[in-house]
Every structure is written in C-alpha cells, then in structure tokens.
C-alpha cells in the first residue's frame, strides 16, 4: 500500500516526538541515579527512620505501576480496543472542533483533511500509538522514581538500582515501534 506524501510528513512528526520522548525518559533513569548517589554520599540527611511499612507501600506501588504499564499498553494497544478508538479520530467533527479551538493549527488540518479515509485512520493510529505510549512510559517511570524515594529514606543509593533496572527493562520493552504496530494494524485489516 502506497501512501501520500502529507502522510509520511505527518508520521514522521509524531515518531520524531515518539522517540524523543522515549530517549528523554530512559536517560532520565541515569538521572534519577546520580542524584540519589549525590544526596545520600555528600548530603547529610537528618531525618528520622521511617517505619517497614512505608518501604512496603513503596515497593508494592512501584510494582503495581511496573504491571499497570505492562498490562495496560497490552490492552490499549490490542487489536479490538485501536480499531474502536481510530474510527473516532480524525473525524470531520474532530476536525471542525480543532478549527474552532482557533488554536494555531489550520497547516495540520489542512495536511489531514488531504488524507484518504485509509490514510486518516493510520494517522488516527499513529495518535492514539502516541497517546498509548506516553502513558504507558509514564507508568513505567513512577517506578524509577519510587525507587529514588526509597534510596533517599534507606539513605543509601545503591537501593535505586533494582528500580532503575526495571524500568530500563519497561522502556526497552516500550520503545516506540510504530511501524510494526501499523504493519500488524494493516494485516489485521486486510
């Protein structure tokens, strides 16, 4: 299947951003761990001991977040659930509201409305792949972050890392592959 030019330009855009968004939240886990190592070896914290209770809550909810992305980006991502969101994108009333939201957009509907019916609906799966991912990601790095929580209340960084690791795992797992997702969309389609 042969697609539009308009199309490529605007698949490209929100890859671009995809991946870049991807990229800035893996290489924040490398963050995350720098500042847990800077605040428990060069600060001295004084604070006192918090009860087992609160390390349990935060590793039951790091774990709870690492399998709400997994399970969650296996759901929104399946085949039934994209087919009965796509047919709600780009439609002529979606497209109207954003002409009056009078935001500064009327380039990117033009370049929509230009789109075969067959090309808005991959364009409506790039976006809602786009929207998936984000939150997915999302999920997926509260981990690393209670996972910096933890280091800061053990005082120790080294706690940081079987977060980190996790997530690393999660976001490797999560990197944007639209193409194979649109292939697969395609075939199921066909």
Same mark, same amino acid.
Request: net charge positive.
């Given at each position: 299947?042969? &697609?539009?030019k308009?199309?490529?330009e605007?698949? +490209?855009?929100?890859?671009?951003?995809?991946k870049l968004i991807?990229?800035m939240?893996?290489?924040?886990?490398?963050?995350?761990?720098? %500042?847990a190592?800077? @605040?428990?070896?060069q600060?001295?914290?004084e604070?006192a001991?918090?009860?087992?209770?609160?390390?349990?809550?935060v590793?039951?909810?790091?774990f709870?977040?690492?399998?709400a992305? @997994?399970?969650? #980006?296996?759901h929104i991502?399946s +085949? $039934?659930?994209?087919?009965? #969101?796509?047919s709600? =994108?780009? /439609?002529? =009333? +979606? *497209?109207a509201? *954003?002409?009056?939201?009078?935001?500064?957009?009327?380039d990117l509907?033009?370049?929509? $409305?230009?789109?075969?019916?067959?090309e #808005?609906e991959?364009?409506? !799966?790039c976006?809602?792949?786009f929207?998936?991912?984000?939150?997915c990601?999302?999920?997926?790095d509260?981990?690393v972050?209670?996972?910096?929580?933890? /280091? %800061?209340?053990?005082?120790?960084?080294?706690?940081?890392?079987?977060? !980190?690791?996790?997530t *690393?795992?999660?976001?490797?797992a999560?990197f944007?592959? &639209?193409?194979?997702?649109?292939r697969a969309?395609?075939?199921? $389609? @066909?």
């Amino acid at each position: 299947m042969e &697609f539009s030019k308009n199309l490529h330009e605007l698949l +490209d855009q929100q890859i671009f951003f995809q991946k870049l968004i991807w990229f800035m939240l893996t290489g924040s886990i490398f963050v995350y761990i720098f %500042i847990a190592f800077i @605040i428990t070896t060069q600060l001295k914290l004084e604070f006192a001991d918090m009860p087992d209770s609160v390390f349990l809550i935060v590793k039951i909810l790091s774990f709870g977040c690492g399998i709400a992305a @997994i399970f969650l #980006r296996k759901h929104i991502l399946s +085949d $039934e659930y994209v087919k009965s #969101r796509i047919s709600k =994108e780009n /439609s002529p =009333e +979606d *497209l109207a509201k *954003l002409v009056k939201s009078g935001k500064p957009i009327l380039d990117l509907v033009g370049k929509i $409305e230009k789109l075969t019916p067959p090309e #808005r609906e991959i364009y409506g !799966a790039c976006k809602w792949y786009f929207r998936a991912e984000i939150i997915c990601l999302a999920l997926g790095d509260n981990v690393v972050i209670l996972g910096f929580l933890n /280091s %800061i209340l053990v005082k120790n960084w080294q706690s940081i890392l079987p977060y !980190a690791g996790v997530t *690393l795992a999660l976001n490797f797992a999560m990197f944007p592959r &639209f193409h194979h997702f649109i292939r697969a969309y395609l075939k199921a $389609e @066909i």
